[in-house]
């Protein structure tokens, strides 16, 4: 079973930022042979790509959105994702979910339970 535990959430006026986490285990699980990402999903709308990053972390990815405010890194000895998020807006309100993605043989695919950005004065 694959864990994918997130972190970091919380209330911050626009502006500002926040780091969040998101740890993976479990057993069988190589870290290093999946890439990683940061969705999230504000009321009402679709789940959207944030942030992506290969799986050494060779390659990131960015939503236009947050381009040159978010940066997304991983470190392989601490099985750990993370995004700095900076320079907050009211419309970066979302629930951020991390997830592990890998296509080989089969497809693997796996999600955490989400954790809240609210970004409000």
């Known amino acids: 079973q694959v864990q994918l535990v997130e972190s970091g959430g919380g209330l911050v006026q626009p502006g500002g930022s926040l780091r969040l986490s998101c740890a993976a285990s479990?057993?069988?699980?190589?870290?290093?042979?999946?890439?990683m990402r940061w969705y999230r999903q504000a009321p009402g709308k679709a789940r959207e790509l944030v942030a992506g990053?290969?799986?050494?972390?060779?390659?990131?990815v960015y939503a236009d959105s947050v381009k040159g405010r978010f940066t997304i890194s991983r470190d392989n000895s601490k099985n750990t994702i993370y995004l700095q998020m900076n320079s907050l807006k009211v419309e970066d309100t979302a629930a951020y979910y991390c997830?592990?993605?890998?296509?080989?043989?089969?497809?693997?695919?796996?999600w955490g339970q989400g954790t809240q950005v609210t970004v409000s004065s």
């Open positions: 990053i290969s799986s050494v972390g060779g390659v990131t």
């Open positions: 997830n592990a993605y890998r296509s080989s043989v089969t497809i693997n695919d796996y």
């Open positions: 479990g057993s069988g699980f190589i870290f290093t042979t999946y890439a």
